[in-house]
Every structure is written in structure tokens, then in C-alpha cells.
């Protein structure tokens, strides 16, 4: 057979799109669980007494494991190595593990009491439960990744790469619209004594929407039960009968070729400036996406009920928008240009958020619809510009280096800000330590920072420019090859 007509199973439109729509349901439930406490922040800290501080090491547990110990890294060379079946099904058991992990801990009153290592024991376990599952859920993003590149090489990879996400913004969304609905759905009746009466109270149960998360996981898992079919067709119809079978490697070869990889990637500058604006910017937007139910509630005056109502907005835009910003660049490139705008989006949104002034919803909604613009814009350049700068067999550790990088600033900036809060509203800190009437939260401050790491993604933005103007990666070129 020669290599002018051998077929490849990518050559199929149905079987590429059939292959992401599947490997998309798997993120959209990891995405899901990933923001499902952003709009239970304020639940959290009236049912179980949660500070901002407390809600700040809770959301930074995303990045612990990955970062500190370095398991994203570990996915990445493992992805390299063992191929995206075995890492992909690896990584959705994972997320499985750590979300039951976490509704056990949310779903267990008897916890709330204690503390471990000095902290609420059950924002401990929550937090090693959503550490667990950032494990799971990291890599199997850098998997689904490597997936569609391996697909939609020379395809319209930008705009499959924005349909995924697109999907995993469902995600998204659906985790800042339903929690408080369902956590109200499933309320139950408690007899509590106050000013020594006894008293009925509804509580909200907070575990019902991480019980969906979890069925929603258990099915991603089992949909990429199915995938894997599909890769093993895939990689049989690009299989040469004819070549030799490749010879495994000694440990030494292994250990050889893992540090070539990871000095190549981290010796090409291109690579640095991309995780410098991966971490930038979504760390300017993912944290934001944490605190957005609370700013709405203390700033913009709206009730808890519907608080996460004008943030699930945000990925309501990038739905449609990040496939479309796609699809411009597979067909006109200008993937740097593209990156800017979406960061000069961030810092002007932001700038106004943190204004204390204009504080009406409808402003609030335009600045989200605009932020949602910029999540479109960024994505959809930053991703399909990696294959242009780093080689395909070292991709998967090339993808987990830059969110190993990007994993610190969604590590530490919600905790940054959770701090920022506390240390900025003091009065409130004492109001809810005395038990008497909580006041609203000043956002100022944590909105700056978040404006500050949006002007840095701008100056990041045009620097990459710079340097693909000097080594000719081709961001500013079209990815579909005529
Ligand atoms: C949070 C995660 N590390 C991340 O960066 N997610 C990106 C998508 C990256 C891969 C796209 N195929 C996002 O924008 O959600």
C-alpha cells in the first residue's frame, strides 16, 4: 500500500467529530464539578461557617497535588509514553475517586466540628478530594488535547479544539446556574434551638450538587470507555503492515529520551511565553470565575439564589464564540493577534469591575458577556498555537508543563484573594466571628490584582508576537493546510 492512498481513520469527518463529541462528554463532567462550589460560597459560609480564607484553601486544592507533586508533569511524560488510551481512562478514574472523596467530606455534618492540621477537618478532606479529582481532571485536558491534535492535524484543529471547549463551558455554566437550585431542591427540615426556642430550619443540602457531579463523572468515565475503541481503529488504519515493529526501550533509553524532551521544550522560548501568558491570563479568569457568585451578591446587590445567574454568562458566550475565533484562525491565522485582544479584554474588564462605582446588574452583565469574549479569544488562539512550537511526540509533556505553570496561579491566586478579602473587610471577618450581622465584602482590592495580571498578559501577548515574527512559528499563519 502506498502512502498515497492509504486511508486514515482522521480522514473521516464523521469518525473525528464522533471521536470528540465522545472525549468532550468526559470534560464537560469535569468542568462541572470543577466550579460547582463557586455559587455555594455564600451556603458554605452560612451552613457550615466556611470564612473567604477558608473557601480560599478549599478552591486552591486545585493545584496541590499538581503542582507540588508534580502529577500533571508525571500525566504528561506518562501521556508521551503509554499513549492516550491508558491516560485518558486513568485520568477519568481519577476524577471519579476525588469527587466521591469530596461529596463525602460536604455530605458528612460530623466533620464540621473538628479541625485537622489545623484546619476544618472538613474543608480538609473536601479539599484532598478536589485535589484528587484536579489530578484527574488536568490530565485528562492535556489527553483530550494530544487527542485532537492527533485527529485534526492539518483539519480545522483550532475549531475542534474550540468545540471541545465549548462543551467543557457547559460545563461551566451549568455548575454556576444549578447548585443553589438543587442544593434548595433537596433542602431538608431541621429543629434547631435559638434564643432558647426551638426553632424549624430548612437547610440546603450542599452535597446534592456534587451527588450530580459525581453521575455525571461515572458517565465521562464510561464515554471514554468508548473512545478508546475508536483510538485503537485509528491508530490501526496509520499503521504500515509493511514497517518494522518498534523496538522497547531499555530504562536507561526511557530516562534518556524523558530529559531530552523536557530540556528541548524547556530550552525554546516560544514555550516559555505561552505558559507565561497561559498563567496569566487564565488566572485572571478561572479564580475570577470563583469569587463571581460573591461579587454579584456584594456589589451588584443580588440575592444568593440568583448571584450565580450573571457569571454563568460568562461561558454562555464562549459557547458559540470560542469555535467561531476557532475557526478564524485555522482560515486566516493571526493566532498572536488574537491572544492580545483577549487580553486587553481582561484588564479593561476588570479595571471596571474593581471600580466602586456603576454598581448595577446590568453592568455587571455586560462586563461578563465581555470577559466571556476574551475566554473565547485567548483559548481559542493559545491551544492549537503549541503543535506550531513544539513537535508532536513531545506534546503531551510539552501541554502538562504549561498547565503544571498555569496550575500555580489557579493555586495561588484564589488563595491570594480569599486573603485579600478577609484583610480588606475586617469588619466583616469580626461580624461573622461575634455571630452578628454580616456586612458586604469590599471586591476592590482582589478585582486590581485581577486587572494587574491582565496588563501583564498583554505585555506577555506582544512579546510572543515579537518572537514568532523572529523564529517563524507560523502563529500569525492559518492552521488548515490548503
Ligand atoms: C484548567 C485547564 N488546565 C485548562 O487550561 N483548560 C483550558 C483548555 C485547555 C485544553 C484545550 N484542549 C480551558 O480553556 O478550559
Not at 478552591?59 to 508525571?74: C, H, P, Q, R
Amino acid at each position: 500500500m502506498t502512502e498515497a492512498i492509504r486511508q486514515s481513520l482522521r480522514d473521516s469527518k464523521a469518525a473525528r467529530w464522533g471521536a470528540l463529541g465522545i472525549i468532550s462528554i468526559t470534560m464537560f463532567a469535569g468542568y462541572y464539578l470543577t466550579d460547582v462550589m463557586s455559587p455555594l460560597k455564600p451556603m458554605l459560609e452560612s451552613e457550615f461557617g466556611w470564612s473567604s480564607t477558608t473557601y480560599g484553601i478549599f478552591t486552591s486544592a486545585y493545584g496541590w497535588f499538581n503542582v507540588f507533586l508534580l502529577m500533571l508533569i508525571f500525566g504528561g511524560i506518562i501521556l508521551d509514553r503509554m499513549g492516550a488510551r491508558f491516560t485518558g481512562l486513568m485520568s477519568s478514574g481519577i476524577m471519579v475517586v476525588g469527587a466521591a472523596i469530596k461529596f463525602w467530606a460536604i455530605s458528612n455534618p460530623t466533620l464540621i466540628t473538628d479541625t485537622t492540621f489545623g484546619i476544618h477537618t472538613q474543608v480538609f478532606y473536601a479539599s484532598i478530594g478536589f485535589a484528587i479529582f484536579a489530578i484527574g481532571v488536568e490530565i485528562a485536558g492535556i489527553t483530550v488535547s494530544k487527542i485532537i491534535v492527533k485527529w485534526f492535524k492539518g483539519y480545522e484543529m483550532a475549531f475542534a479544539m474550540g468545540m471541545q471547549m465549548a462543551v467543557a463551558r457547559l460545563g461551566t455554566m451549568l455548575a454556576l446556574a444549578a447548585p443553589v437550585p438543587l442544593a434548595m431542591y433537596f433542602s431538608s427540615v431541621h429543629t434547631v434551638v435559638e434564643n432558647g426556642q426551638l426553632i424549624e430550619k430548612m437547610s440546603p443540602s450542599i452535597s446534592a450538587p456534587i451527588a450530580f457531579a459525581l453521575v455525571l463523572l461515572v458517565i465521562g468515565f464510561i464515554a471514554f470507555f468508548i473512545y478508546m475503541s475508536m483510538d485503537k481503529k485509528l491508530e490501526l488504519s496509520e499503521t504500515d503492515p509493511n514497517a518494522e515493529a518498534v523496538k522497547p526501550m531499555s530504562m536507561n533509553e526511557l530516562w534518556s529520551s524523558i530529559f531530552s524532551d523536557l530540556r528541548q521544550i524547556i530550552g525554546n522560548k516560544g514555550f516559555w511565553l505561552i505558559a507565561i501568558l497561559c498563567v496569566l491570563f487564565y488566572s485572571s479568569v478561572f479564580p475570577f470565575i470563583k469569587y463571581a457568585a460573591d461579587l454579584m451578591v456584594n456589589k451588584y446587590g443580588l440575592s444568593q439564589s440568583t448571584a450565580g445567574m450573571i457569571p454563568s454568562l460568562l461561558p454562555l458566550g464562549t459557547l458559540f464564540l470560542t469555535p467561531i475565533f476557532g475557526g478564524i484562525y485555522d482560515k486566516k491565522g493571526k493566532g498572536a493577534t488574537i491572544m492580545i485582544i483577549g487580553a486587553v479584554l481582561i484588564l479593561l474588564v476588570h479595571t471596571i469591575f474593581s471600580l466602586p462605582i456603576l454598581n448595577y446588574w446590568y453592568v455587571a452583565v455586560v462586563l461578563t458577556i465581555v470577559l466571556g469574549i476574551a475566554l473565547s479569544l485567548v483559548p481559542s488562539a493559545m491551544w492549537p498555537s503549541v503543535p506550531k512550537i513544539i513537535p508532536e511526540n513531545q506534546l503531551g509533556t510539552a501541554f502538562s508543563l504549561i498547565f503544571w505553570i498555569q496550575n500555580w496561579g489557579l493555586m495561588g491566586v484564589p488563595l491570594l484573594i480569599g486573603y485579600v478579602l478577609d484583610k480588606s473587610n475586617p469588619e466583616v471577618v469580626i461580624a461573622k466571628a461575634a455571630g452578628t450581622e454580616i456586612p458586604l465584602y469590599d471586591y476592590t482590592n482582589p478585582m486590581m490584582i485581577f486587572a494587574g495580571l491582565g496588563a501583564l498578559a498583554i505585555f506577555v501577548g506582544f512579546l510572543l508576537k515579537r518572537e514568532d515574527r523572529i523564529k517563524g512559528y507560523g502563529l500569525q499563519l492559518p492552521n488548515i493546510q490548503k
